[in-house]
Structures are given as C-alpha cells and as structure tokens.
C-alpha cells in the first residue's frame, strides 16, 4: 500500500466530511421552512401550499440533499475499501517503514492482536438489525468487519462501515462468557434509530 493510497483516503474522508456539512445545513434550511425529506406540501389542513416560491424552494432542498446523500454513500464505499487497502497486509511495500494510523506498524499485527477485543455491547433494543443478528449486551467485539484493535480511530471506523455497508452483510466476532462466536449483521433501516440498534463503548 503506497502513501498515494494513504493520502487518497485522506482526502476522501475530507470530501466526505465536507458533503456531511452540506447535508445539515441544507437539512436545517428544510426544517426552517417546516418540512422534511418526505411528506407532501401541504398545509396544516391538507390544502396544496398556495406559495409557489416555498414549494420550488423545499423541492429544490430535497433534490439537493439527496443528491449529496448518493454521492456521501459513495465516498463510505471508497474509505472503506481504501482504509481495507491500508490494513490488508498483502498490498503493503515491504520498503514502506510504517502507518501512521495509533502508531502501529501493519507489519507488526499479529492474528492475536486483531483477535483482541476493542469495545463492548452496551444495549441492543428490541427487533432491531443488531438483536436479530444475535448480538447481546456485554459481548466483548473483537472484529467488526475489517475494523480491530488497531485501526477503529475511537470506534468511527465501524461507524464508517456500518454506512458504507446498508443492506449488505458485515461479519461480526465477538467474545461472549469466553466463548468466540461470528455472527452476520446486516446494517439497515428499521422502525427505531440508526442502522443497528445497538450501542458499543470502548474498553
């Protein structure tokens, strides 16, 4: 893996934070004017808004956000394969000295240490895509994805793989009463918040 690839995701998570920013403001100039990404324009009585202007106006803020909502779901798929390209041991220049990323050196991870656990399960509601996954409060996660002990960046990479990875199968290893198990999660919407369902703190 070369520093161009390194550099690559840099600016990627950069662009990314960019869309995101653009997203929230768009998002509060909707909520100013009283709506939100769905719902018909309407008034508080159901009659059609007489205002012209406000309805091109909420029109041109959704078409505009969901643009940015596509393009943001395309920078998650190229971080995350970048940041698979930084950690996969394969693609590493056996001249390159070492990855800046909590001053670990790729070349010195050893299948213990990635099997080391990083953070707990604190609560998983109920019917959410973490409980039918099998996930429990108290495991112990030892891989979420491609993220471990040495790349998570304070658990905001599995956030990055949880969005860059909607409907789409991520595995899973935790440690549960000291037994090692695999479990299959699939990241998507349901009737609470978020994607999962579940909270996870570091150790």
């Known amino acids: 893996m070369s520093t161009d690839t390194r550099n ?25 004017l009283g709506f939100g990404m769905s719902g018909g324009l309407v008034d508080a009585e159901g009659f059609p808004l007489p205002d012209v202007d406000v309805i091109f106006e909420v029109r041109s803020l959704r078409n505009e956000i969901a643009i940015l909502q596509t393009d943001h779901l395309g920078l998650m798929k190229k971080i995350e394969q970048g940041l698979l390209d930084c950690f996969n041991p394969e693609k590493i220049d056996d001249k390159e000295e070492e990855l800046d990323i909590h001053s670990l050196s790729i070349k010195d991870q050893s299948k213990e240490s990635e099997l080391e656990e990083f953070c707990k399960v604190k609560a998983v509601q109920f019917g959410s895509p973490a409980e039918e996954a099998g996930l429990k409060a108290e495991d112990l996660i030892t891989s979420f994805g491609f993220v471990n002990i040495n790349n998570h960046e304070n658990l905001s990479n599995i956030r990055n793989v949880v969005v860059a990875n909607e409907n789409r199968e991520i595995l899973v290893d935790v440690i549960r009463a000291g037994e090692r198990r695999q479990l299959k999660l699939v990241p998507k919407r ?7 369902g579940c909270q996870v703190v570091p150790l």
């Open 8 to 32: 690559q995701v840099r600016e990627w998570i950069e662009e990314k934070d960019s869309v995101e920013s653009k997203i929230n403001t768009l998002v509060l100039q909707l909520q100013k």
């Open 190 to 196: 349901w009737r609470g918040q978020g994607l999962l």
